[in-house]
């Protein structure tokens, strides 16, 4: 008996087609395209969950360099104090008191001095 296999593909487009929301022209319509930018776009959904946290790592040295140099130390000065004076901030807490809290940052600087 031959086995039609109709339902099964449709299903798998179906699933294909309905990941390609917000695509336009053939990237929306056509399955082969809708197929390619998916593939494309999941690898780099999981590449770029890697980046980001590189990429905030950075933004915020550049903040905490930025603000420490405005109260007369630089970054890795800032950072060797930190570790001298046993004060553990992780850099996000940083760079958030830098930015929001100016006062909270130059008394942290002053302490690793």
Not at 49 to 68: C, E, G, P, Q, Y
Not at 73 to 87: F, N
Not at 102 to 113: L, M, R
């Amino acid at each position: 008996m031959r086995v039609k296999r109709g339902v099964t593909t449709h299903k798998r487009h179906k699933k294909i087609l309905k990941l390609t929301k917000g695509y336009s022209k053939t990237r929306r319509a056509s399955y082969r395209k809708a197929h390619e930018a998916v593939i494309k776009a999941l690898a780099y959904q999981y590449r770029d969950r890697r980046n980001i946290k590189r990429d905030m790592r950075a933004l915020w040295v550049t903040r905490i360099n930025a603000a420490s140099r405005i109260n007369g130390t630089s970054y890795s000065k800032l950072i060797e104090g930190l570790k001298k004076a046993d004060i553990r901030l992780d850099r996000k807490v940083l760079a958030e008191l830098a930015v929001n809290n100016p006062k909270a940052f130059e008394s942290i600087v002053k302490a690793t001095k």
